[in-house]
C-alpha cells in the first residue's frame, strides 16, 4: 500500500515567478561587489581570465599565464572565458567570470525542479485515491513536489559556497542534475533521443570535472536498467555511451594534434582522474559522516525517511533513479583518496529529489520539529549577523568589534545604505515568512521546508550585504597586489615565483605582475611565497643556483602566515 495520503488543497504550487525570485535573492548575492577569493574562486577566474585574453593554445590546455591547471576539464573555464569576452568590457572581467556560475546554478535548479515534477506525476508516486474523492491531479502533485525539492535544493548549506565560485565544482553538480534529468526522461520514454540526452549531459560532465562521476552514474544506471527493461540497457550501451564518448573527446584530440605549447593536457587529466579513487580511509569515512551532516541539510533527514516510507514501492522509478544517482555519489566519496567538501557536491541533487518524496509522508509533529529547529537555528545566525555587523560599525559589543578587526587588521568600516536597507526589508521578510508558517499553519506539502530555505536566503543575504566588504578584505589578494606592482619597476622583464594557483591568478589580474610562462625563462626578478613562521631579516637566498637579493616583503593583513618576498637576481 503506497504511504501517502493526500487531500488536493495540499498541493498548492508556489507561483513561477516566487520561485524564479527565489533563485535569484540566492545567486546573486555574493556574485556582486565582491574580488575573486582565495582558492578555488580566484583559481576559476585566473584560468577564465587567460582564456579570454589568450589564444587557441591557452584554450586547448588551461592554465593561468604559464602555470598548468588541465587537471579537472576545460567545460566551466570554456563559459566563464566567453561570459568575460561578451560582458567583461561593460562589467569588468571579475563579474563578467561570474556570469558564468549564475547560469550553472539555474540550469541546476531548472533541472531538479523538472525531475522531481517527471518523477511526481508518474502512477507509481501518486497518494491513494480518497473514497470519496479530492485528490489532487497527478500534474499538480507532480509540481508541488517539484516545489518542496528545489526549496530543498537552495536550503543546502553545503551548495552556498560552490554555487557563487568560479570553480568547476559549481557547474559539477548542475550537470549531475541535468543527467538525472536525462535520466528520468529515458526510463520514461525509453526512446533513442532520450538516450542521447543523456549521453550529451554525461559527455558535459566529464569535459566538467572528469570522467570518475559520469563512468560512476553510466554503471549505476546500467545496473538498475538490467532489472527493469532490457530496452534502456541496450540504449545505455549503444547509443548513451558512444555520445558521451563523441562529445567529450574532442577536447582531448585536438589538444593532441596541436599539441599547445610543445604538450598536452591529456596525461595530467588521465593521472587526476585516476587519482580521485582509492580505498576507503578512516580520513574519508570521517569527512563522509561528520561534514556531510550539515553539508547535506536539510536534506537527508526527508531523503532517509522517503526511503523508508516507500520501502514497499521500493522498484518505483521515483525512488530507485534518484537512489542510484545517491549511492553512485556516496561511493565515491567513500573511496576518494582526500577528504574534500567538493567531493559531497554530487550527491545534492538526488538527496534534493528523493526528500521531496518524503514530504507527503512525514507525520505532523517531525515536520514541526524540523520548521523549530530552522526557525531557532537561523534566527540565531541572522541575529549574530546583525550584532556583529553593528559591533564593527559602532564599537559595541566592544568584544565582539575588537574580534572582528583581530581578524581583519587595518580593515576601515563604511555604512552603504543600500545593503543596510536590503539587509533590513530580507529580516522583515523572514519575520513575515516565519508568521505567515506558525499562523496559518499551511497544509502545502513544501510548508516543512519554506523556513529552512528561507532561513538560508537571509543569511546568506545578509553576509553578502552587510559583512561583504569585511569577507572581501579578508579573501582577496588585491592588496598585496598592488603593493607588490608599486615596486616593481617599468619595462619588459619575467618574474619566476612559487606561489600558487589563487595568488598567481590575483597578482596577474591586479598588478599585471608578469610572471614567466611555463616556468621556461631565466628571470630577473623572484617572488617567493612562505610561512611567517620562516625565517625573518633575510636579505638575500639562494634559489636555482643563483644569489637573489630581497626587495620588497608583505602579505594580506588578515593572513598572519602566508607570506610573499620579492627577489632580485644577483648573479
Known amino acids: 500500500m503506497k504511504p501517502v495520503r493526500l487531500p488536493a488543497a495540499a498541493t498548492q504550487a508556489l507561483p513561477r515567478a516566487a520561485l524564479f525570485a527565489l533563485c535569484l535573492l540566492y545567486i546573486v548575492p555574493g556574485l556582486i561587489g ?54 567583461g568590457w561593460l562589467m569588468g572581467d571579475a563579474l563578467a567570470a561570474r556570469i558564468a556560475p549564475a547560469g550553472f546554478f539555474l540550469l541546476g535548479s531548472m533541472a531538479v525542479w523538472y525531475t522531481t515534477y517527471l518523477l511526481g506525476r508518474r502512477q507509481e508516486a501518486q497518494p491513494l485515491k480518497l473514497a470519496f474523492g479530492g485528490q489532487p491531479e497527478p500534474s499538480d502533485y507532480g509540481r508541488t513536489l517539484a516545489d518542496g525539492a528545489l526549496l ?37 520514454k525509453c526512446s533513442l533521443r532520450a538516450a542521447a540526452l543523456l549521453g550529451l549531459s554525461m559527455g558535459l560532465l566529464v569535459l566538467s570535472r572528469g570522467w570518475v562521476v559520469p563512468l560512476a552514474l553510466w554503471l549505476g544506471l546500467l545496473s538498475l536498467a538490467s532489472f527493469r527493461e532490457r530496452t534502456i ?47 576507503p580511509s578512516y580520513e574519508t569515512l570521517r569527512n563522509f559522516f561528520k561534514n556531510g551532516i550539515w553539508f547535506a541539510w536539510p536534506a537527508w533527514p526527508f531523503a532517509g525517511w522517503a526511503v523508508y ?33 567538493g567531493v559531497l557536491l554530487p550527491m545534492l541533487p538526488p538527496l534534493a529529489i528523493l526528500a521531496a518524496f518524503g514530504l507527503p509522508t512525514m507525520k505532523r509533529g517531525a515536520i514541526n520539529a524540523v520548521d523549530w529547529f530552522s526557525v531557532m537555528t537561523l534566527t540565531t545566525c541572522a541575529g549574530f549577523i546583525w550584532i556583529g555587523w553593528i559591533a564593527k560599525q559602532t564599537g559595541w559589543p566592544a568584544q565582539i568589534a575588537k574580534n572582528a578587526f583581530k581578524l581583519a587588521p587595518g580593515f576601515k568600516p563604511e555604512f552603504n545604505l543600500l545593503a543596510f536597507l536590503v539587509a533590513v526589508f530580507a529580516s522583515i521578510g523572514w519575520v513575515l515568512l ?20 528561507g532561513g538560508v536566503i537571509l543569511c546568506w ?61 631565466d628571470c630577473r626578478f623572484l617572488l617567493l611565497q612562505d610561512s611567517k ?39
Open 34 to 87: 565582491r574580488d575573486p577569493w582565495k582558492t578555488d574562486d580566484a583559481a576559476g577566474f585566473g584560468i577564465m581570465w587567460t582564456m579570454a585574453h589568450g589564444s587557441l593554445e591557452d584554450w586547448l590546455f588551461p592554465h593561468i599565464v604559464g602555470l598548468p591547471m588541465a587537471e579537472k576539464g576545460p567545460l566551466a573555464y570554456w563559459i566563464g572565458a566567453v561570459c568575460i569576452k561578451l560582458f
Open 152 to 188: 530543498i535544493f537552495l536550503g543546502c548549506l553545503g551548495l552556498l559556497l560552490h554555487s557563487h565560485s568560479t570553480s568547476t565544482e559549481a557547474l559539477q553538480v548542475s550537470m549531475v542534475a541535468f543527467c538525472l534529468y536525462a535520466a528520468t526522461t529515458l526510463f520514461e
Open 233 to 279: 540497457v541496450l540504449r545505455l550501451v549503444a547509443v548513451t555511451f558512444p555520445v558521451a564518448i563523441a562529445v567529450a573527446s574532442p577536447w582531448l584530440i585536438a589538444s593532441n594534434i596541436v599539441r599547445p605549447f610543445g604538450s598536452t593536457p591529456y596525461d595530467a587529466w588521465m593521472l587526476w582522474n585516476y587519482g580521485q579513487l582509492g580505498l
Open 309 to 341: 516510507a516507500w520501502r514497499r514501492q521500493y522498484q518505483a522509478p521515483h525512488i530507485t533513479i534518484p537512489l542510484t544517482f545517491f549511492i553512485a555519489c556516496a561511493l565515491l566519496a567513500l573511496f576518494h583518496t582526500r577528504s574534500e567538501d
Open 434 to 453: 516565519v508568521r505567515w508558517r506558525v499562523a496559518r499553519r499551511p497544509s502545502v506539502l513544501w510548508r516543512a521546508v519554506v523556513l529552512s530555505s
Open 461 to 521: 543575504l545578509l553576509l553578502m550585504t552587510l559583512w561583504l566588504p569585511w569577507i572581501n578584505y579578508g579573501k582577496s589578494y588585491a592588496s598585496v597586489a598592488h603593493q607588490l606592482a608599486e615596486r616593481l619597476p617599468q619595462g619588459k622583464y619575467c618574474i619566476n615565483t612559487n606561489v600558487g594557483p589563487a595568488q598567481r591568478a590575483s597578482f596577474v589580474y591586479f598588478g599585471e605582475v608578469p610572471f614567466s610562462q611555463f616556468h621556461d625563462a
Open 533 to 571: 613562521r620562516g625565517r625573518d631579516n633575510i636579505k638575500t637566498v639562494q634559489y636555482g643556483g643563483s644569489k637573489w637579493r630581497l626587495l620588497w616583503e608583505g602579505r594580506r593583513p588578515s593572513d598572519k602566515d602566508e607570506r610573499f618576498r620579492l627577489f632580485e637576481r644577483l648573479n
